[in-house]
């Protein structure tokens, strides 16, 4: 009975819970059990190399190192189901690191002949040491989810398993730049088809033509005919590699408004991808909302799009979808809403008195929208409009930012009450201004999403332009950085080491902890500060960290990216189930519906922002945040 209770310990251990029943009866048929209390010391720095892997049963250890300068440094905090001393056993050299317990504590002590075996006869279990723990158990977390909402191969599914080049059927025809325009419209009308791709001589494509840009470039302007094609050709040209899989060039279509894309093999080209192939592919696809929100003529036939969202997302994540992918297909969506809603609205109130060009910033710049849909939008306009002409416009805008308000809120498309304030309507230079006066200090009233802000709507160079300037300022002005980092550790992981979480202790929210705000956001705001130290100018928080591990060697940058998506689909999935529950999504959950897995390795994500913070603090102020 008593070898049974240690198997069930073990198959919840990693990577223990890799080998079979019987595997883990043999390994723990000779295993001890050891009691050490509080504050013993189990392994010392320097000392003898440990001659078993101690596996704690119940309560903790500290593992931390003496430096030159005589400082604790602490590595790590390790509880029940973790374990200690496999570099000492496996090197047997002497011990790198200290190990004490800070409780009373219970380990179980796996002999180093039998660990040993394990490793030679098991290579899944060998490659788990090869891996950082983290990894290690964001993966397994990840499929342990998988698993559970798995069922059976959807279109969907084939999304996400599919490449591009396997389901490109269409050959397009293509023309030399130089040919007549009359030419082209031989070739199309000979073919009967309505487009053309435009190739130079080594057969890379650098253009389009469709019977849209006859009607609209040479009957309407009276253009002549025998001009070359490449004077009313599309460019630049939205592609996909033949590499990627087919969500990737879903949401590349949706994204530049567009019903076919070229695939590349290379810089060749490959084929023509439609939408008419993804609806071949998946029945009910996103394809079918994008389409129904293209048709919506009034603001009232928005309000039913929101459980729309949540079917769409639920499908596509039960189906294999990444949360990478999830955030990216909701953000984009909603930004094709954003827009029909000032179509709307133009349609209804004119044309704006001066140019402006609409932006995202935060989690919605970065194309990171969760289901609770925190939107913030700013509009920069042209300077140096008249009085008369400034005073339309800001009744203009008044009168854009409550139907855009009002619009998202009615169809539950936002999180707020406001996604766009007056305030952040300004022109161009005044932006400018505003951001010059950023300095040291925290909770000064500073955003640090604007250094994600997107246009989506407008002349987007007034955005691209003042995105580079805030880039510029933080590079050049330590006191920004100091400043912006001081604002990023006001936030508090909500886990208290080996205890349980750190949850709200009244209201509305009691007993549940804010996902986004203390996981999420943190460790976006951590990647941003990283990345502008190095100069990244992505503005995921993805991107930035491919481009901080690619390019500069950032060796935690994986970590980052892991957490970071493991987060981001814990919330969704809680979402999602707020929403099957008659709920509106939010930011809180409730750590006790977890499984075993989820609660550790969100207690892992938390502590790892921690040693973020920790080391973010070291690098600006030795250890200490200036007030």
């Known amino acids: 009975m008593l070898q049974d209770e240690i198997i069930d310990f073990f198959q ?38 440990i001659e078993f892997l101690g596996v704690i049963k119940r309560g903790g250890v500290k593992v931390y190192q003496i430096s030159e300068n005589d400082e604790e440094v602490v590595i790590d905090l390790r509880s029940e189901g973790e374990h200690f001393g496999m570099l000492s056993l496996i090197s047997g050299d002497r011990s790198r690191n200290n190990v004490v317990t800070i409780e009373d504590t219970i380990c179980y002590q796996v002999p180093k002949k039998t660990v040993l075996a394990v490793l030679q006869n098991n290579p899944e279990v060998n490659d788990y040491f090869l891996k950082s723990f983290f990894i290690n158990l964001l993966d397994k977390t990840y499929e342990e989810t998988r698993k559970a909402y798995s069922n059976g191969t959807t279109g969907e599914q084939l999304l996400f398993s599919t490449k591009v080049k396997e389901i490109v059927r269409t050959e397009p025809r293509t023309v030399s730049p130089d040919i007549s325009i009359q030419q ?42 025998a001009s070359p094609v490449k004077s009313i050709m599309n460019t630049p040209l939205i592609t996909i590699d033949a590499e990627d899989n087919c969500f990737e060039a879903l949401l590349r279509m949706i994204r530049h408004r567009i019903h076919h894309i070229l695939v590349l093999e290379g810089r060749k080209l490959k084929g023509l991808l439609t939408n008419h192939d993804f609806m071949l592919m998946q029945g009910s696809s996103p394809t079918i909302l994008v389409k129904e929100i293209g048709q919506i003529e009034s603001i009232e036939e928005l309000q039913d799009t929101a459980p729309k969202f949540y079917r769409a997302v639920s499908s596509l994540l039960h189906h294999g979808a990444r949360p990478h992918n999830i955030t990216g297909l909701i ?46 939008m700013g509009i920069i306009y042209s300077d140096g409009a008249s009085s008369q002409l400034q005073a339309e416009a800001d009744n203009y805008f008044k009168l854009l930012t409550g139907t855009i308000n009002r619009s998202m809120l009615a169809c539950d498309l936002t999180g707020k009450k406001q996604c766009i304030k007056m305030d952040n309507i300004q022109g161009a230079s005044f932006w400018q201004e505003q951001f010059s006066k950023w300095g040291t200090g925290a909770g000064t009233g500073r955003e640090a999403g604007f250094f994600d802000m997107r246009p989506i709507r407008g002349d987007h160079k007034r955005v ?16 920004m950085m100091e400043a912006i980092v001081a604002d990023t550790l006001q936030v508090s992981p909500p886990v208290a080491f080996f205890k349980d979480f750190v949850v709200e202790k009244g209201g509305e929210h009691k007993n549940k902890l804010n996902l986004y705000d203390k996981g999420i956001k943190p460790l976006a705001d951590c990647a941003r500060i990283y990345g502008l130290e190095k100069g990244v100018i992505h503005r995921s928080t993805l991107g930035r960290l491919h481009e901080l591990k690619s390019m500069h060697g950032f060796r935690i940058a994986e970590d980052m990216a892991q957490a970071f998506g493991y987060l981001n689909g814990l919330l969704i999935n809680n979402q999602l189930r707020q929403a099957e529950e008659g709920e509106k999504p939010g930011n809180f959950i409730n750590p006790d519906i977890l499984t075993n897995f989820e609660r550790k390795t969100l207690k892992e994500s938390f502590k790892f922002i921690a040693r973020l913070f920790e080391e973010i603090e070291g690098n600006y102020w030795g250890g200490k945040v200036l007030p």
């Open 12 to 49: 919840n251990v990693l990577p223990f819970d890799r080998l079979s029943r019987e595997a883990l009866g043999d390994m723990v048929s000779d295993i001890a059990m050891e009691y050490y209390p509080k504050g013993e010391q189990i392994l010392k720095q320097g000392g003898p190399p």
């Open 464 to 479: 691209d332009s003042l995105r580079q300037y805030l880039l510029n300022r933080a590079a050049q002005y330590k006191g």
């Open 331 to 376: 953000t984009e969506l909603t930004e094709k809403i954003t827009n029909t809603v000032i179509s709307i609205f133009e349609k209804e109130n004119g044309k704006p008195p001066i140019d402006y060009t609409l932006f995202y910033y935060g989690g919605a710049g970065r194309r990171e929208l969760t289901l609770s849909f925190r939107v913030s």
């Open 184 to 225: 082209a419209a031989i070739e199309m009308a000979t073919h009967k088809i309505s487009s053309l791709i435009v190739i130079d001589s080594t057969g890379r494509p650098v253009g389009m033509v469709t019977d849209r840009d006859f009607r609209e470039k040479v009957v309407a302007e009276a253009k002549d005919v």
